[in-house]
């Protein structure tokens, strides 16, 4: 990392509270998103005394998260997401987006402000196959409307678009009854992935 490498500040509010900074650049120009599952390797040091007190390098084990889904610190959850593959970053979380007054005893005191070396290494979407083998994966791009996914059999409008390496195959908005996309020329995966797909919710399908 260079001495003068951009700090750039995550917050809402630009309050400094959560702080990144890129020690090596990623590649291409996709990022994570909610509910993706994460493999990262990373480094936590005390930002007071650089005392490090968790390291997934010294397991020789990649570590594996939920995005967004309050399974790791906020900071965590919010650092991530900013990330691409092969990325690694300095993470500077303030005690708000760490473990707060109370820490987390014996290693990590009260109020502590905490330094990650992240790597993210891969991500995967949500499995949603019927086997849980892989066969379909989903990760949402925009967030859409809570609590409202089409029912079987329902009328339903959506703007697909497919890809393979790179080259768009498929482009259209159609209407179709849930259930019966292959009519229309979508896939069984991309048919099954509607299900759980919220009104004005954009996804990512790979089957």
């Given at each position: 990392m260079s001495a003068n490498a951009?700090?750039?500040?995550?917050?809402?509010?630009?309050?400094?509270?959560?702080?990144?900074?890129?020690?090596?650049?990623?590649?291409?120009?996709?990022?994570?998103?909610?509910?993706?599952?994460?493999?990262?390797?990373?480094?936590?040091?005390?930002?007071?005394?650089?005392?490090?007190f968790d390291s997934s390098r010294d397991r020789n084990e990649p570590f594996k998260f939920t995005l967004g889904k309050g399974q790791v610190i906020k900071g965590w959850d919010q650092g991530v997401a900013t990330m691409k593959k092969g990325?690694?970053?300095?993470?500077?979380?303030?005690?708000?987006?760490?473990y707060g007054e109370a820490g987390s005893p014996p290693k990590i005191p009260p109020n502590a402000t905490l330094n990650f070396e992240v790597e993210l290494l891969r991500w995967e979407g949500e499995d949603i196959s019927p086997d849980r083998d892989g066969s379909i994966l989903k990760s949402i791009i925009v967030e859409g409307e809570k609590y409202?996914?089409?029912?079987?059999?329902?009328?339903?409008?959506?703007?697909?678009?497919?890809?393979?390496?790179?080259?768009?195959?498929?482009?259209?908005?159609?209407?179709?009854?849930?259930?019966?996309?292959?009519?229309?020329?979508?896939?069984?995966?991309?048919?099954?992935?509607?299900?759980?797909?919220n009104k004005g919710q954009s996804q990512l399908g790979t089957s």
């Amino acid at each position: 990392m260079s001495a003068n490498a951009e700090v750039i500040d995550l917050t809402k509010q630009k309050n400094g509270g959560l702080l990144k900074t890129i020690v090596k650049e990623g590649t291409g120009d996709d990022k994570p998103s909610l509910g993706d599952s994460v493999y990262v390797h990373y480094v936590g040091t005390l930002a007071s005394n650089g005392e490090k007190f968790d390291s997934s390098r010294d397991r020789n084990e990649p570590f594996k998260f939920t995005l967004g889904k309050g399974q790791v610190i906020k900071g965590w959850d919010q650092g991530v997401a900013t990330m691409k593959k092969g990325e690694v970053s300095k993470i500077t979380c303030s005690p708000e987006y760490a473990y707060g007054e109370a820490g987390s005893p014996p290693k990590i005191p009260p109020n502590a402000t905490l330094n990650f070396e992240v790597e993210l290494l891969r991500w995967e979407g949500e499995d949603i196959s019927p086997d849980r083998d892989g066969s379909i994966l989903k990760s949402i791009i925009v967030e859409g409307e809570k609590y409202n996914c089409p029912a079987e059999n329902a009328p339903v409008t959506v703007h697909a678009v497919g890809k393979h390496d790179g080259r768009i195959f498929y482009d259209s908005e159609v209407t179709f009854t849930l259930g019966e996309g292959s009519e229309v020329g979508l896939p069984e995966g991309v048919d099954r992935a509607l299900r759980r797909l919220n009104k004005g919710q954009s996804q990512l399908g790979t089957s």
